[in-house]
């Protein structure tokens, strides 16, 4: 199966449809307008880990737009939609962070910063405690979307340097681990 076909199906298996489309476009203003103090605490937080530090050292005014950008398109797509174009770029974001050598673990734990503020960007904004849990829910959709394309890419690079490492092809490896 390929990498965009287990997005399609993951999307189809958490139940991510046109409604959450909507409410993601609804939030847009939102997240347009409390974003940043969410990227702001985003790069803070990186930068008080040595490990995190030294990846974004010299590049937190680049990185924040770029950040800025990859939040924008939560709520947008890409190129309008949530197809094989916004797993595309998804997938290169994830390619980017094993280039540059992030442990996947920091990941995990900074989809957590994203998903809380937004909640609390959400809380300040929402009245109706029905329309925030609506909303949140398709906000953790997508995070989770992503943070799946993300762990594809780790898979992805674990599985070329095995094959590197041991001489053995791909399919055979992939063939092991299926098998148990």
Not at 59 to 82: I, N, P, Q
Not at 154 to 166: G, H, K, N, S, V
Request: negative net charge.
């Amino acid at each position: 199966m390929s990498e965009y076909n287990n997005f399609a199906e993951m999307k189809k298996f958490i139940g991510f449809t046109a409604s959450d489309i909507e409410n993601l476009n609804s939030m847009a203003p939102i997240f347009e307008q409390r974003g940043d103090a969410i990227t702001d605490f985003f790069y803070e937080t990186l930068s008080l880990y040595p490990e995190t530090a030294a990846l974004i050292e010299g590049r937190v005014d680049t990185l924040k737009e770029t950040h800025r950008r990859w939040m924008r398109e939560l709520f947008a797509g890409v190129d309008g939609g949530y197809d094989e174009a916004y797993f595309d770029n998804r997938n290169i974001i994830g390619k980017v962070h094993v280039k540059i050598g992030l442990d996947p673990r920091w990941v995990e734990g900074v989809m957590n910063i994203i998903r809380t503020g937004g909640h609390a960007a959400l809380t300040q904004e929402l009245e109706s405690a029905a329309e925030l849990g609506e909303k949140f829910s398709s906000l953790c959709k997508i995070l989770d979307l992503d943070l799946m394309i993300i762990n594809l890419s780790y898979a992805d690079e674990r599985l070329t340097r095995l094959a590197a490492f041991t001489g053995m092809s791909r399919k055979l490896i992939e063939n092991c681990i299926k098998s148990g």
